[in-house]
């Protein structure tokens, strides 16, 4: 498979405090990457090393695919960070995503205007375009910044601890929704509950100052009787079982 993106000996954090120490992660095309771990750990900082917000003090961060130059990513910040006095609307939120940077300032010219057009339609935020985010329901919230996300059709999306998407007038969860996109786009997806996260997801990144990757694999007897250590068995409906081999093993 094709790799989108890839970490190699990667130590990052802030100043003089290192954060992450020596991860390799690859990212791949149509990827579903799940990246879980304790609080502290790391996640959001690997989110930033990901997206090229922060520089790394040392390893390299290759983008093998040319249509991530200049990391054309769709990046879904955590709720948490979102400013609802922000005197915005649901449109202006969305057009701010657009690749040429924020719209506020300038016209948006037609094939974009089509897009936010389609994009608003997909998320079922026509009619809510012009209300301000303040007046918006915490589902609603997400389904905006969803939006701007996804608006400048990148080919990698990375989301930072999602809370459940459903709210009134819009039930499709969001595991659908990211299933959906999954099949065009990589996902990149930062969650406290692997349980919430596994049905969908391909690989996991469990991150807690270093990173051990773990390719999802189907579970069969032979295998569970081959690696002779403690497993994790986490079963979710009718998907394929996913172990955790424990780290060090
Ligand atoms: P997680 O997302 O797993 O909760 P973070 O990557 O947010 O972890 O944080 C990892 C560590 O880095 C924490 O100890 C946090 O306090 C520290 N940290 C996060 N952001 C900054 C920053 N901007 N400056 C300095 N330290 C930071």
């Known amino acids: 498979m094709k790799k989108l993106l890839e970490l190699v000996s990667v130590t990052a954090g802030y100043r003089d405090r290192v ?7 690859p990212v791949y095309e149509k990827d579903f990457l799940g990246v879980i771990g304790p609080n502290g750990g790391g996640k959001t900082t690997l989110l930033r090393v990901l997206l090229g917000l922060i520089r790394p003090f040392a390893g390299t961060v290759t983008v093998h695919d040319p249509s991530l130059g200049g990391r054309n990513l769709g990046y879904l910040p955590q709720y ?9 609307t649901v449109e202006q939120i969305v057009s701010s995503g657009l690749a040429g940077g924020s719209t506020i300032f300038r016209r948006t010219s037609s094939p974009e205007r089509r897009r936010i057009e389609e994009i608003l339609e997909r998320f079922g935020l026509v009619k809510l375009r012009r209300r301000p985010v303040g007046e918006l329901s915490g589902g609603q919230m997400q389904r905006a910044f ?9 080919r ?8 459940a998407f459903v709210d009134s007038g819009f039930s499709t969860s969001l595991n659908d929704i990211l299933r959906d996109l999954n099949r065009e786009i990589g996902i990149v997806l930062v969650s406290h509950d692997i349980g919430a996260i596994l049905p969908a997801v391909k690989n996991i990144a469990c991150v807690n100052g270093t ?3 773990h390719n999802s694999c189907e579970f069969s007897r032979e295998l569970f009787d081959s690696l002779h250590c403690p497993v994790r068995l986490v079963g979710h409906g009718d998907i394929p079982h996913t172990m955790l081999k424990r780290h060090g093993d």
Do not use: G, T, W
């Open 146 to 154: 969803l939006c701007r996300a996804l608006v400048s059709s990148p």
């Open 211 to 213: 990173l051990h990757y």
């Open 19 to 25: 954060v992450l120490r020596d991860v390799s992660l």
């Open 156 to 163: 990698l999306l990375v989301l930072d601890e999602p809370d």
């Open 80 to 88: 948490k960070a979102v400013d609802r006095d922000f005197p915005i």
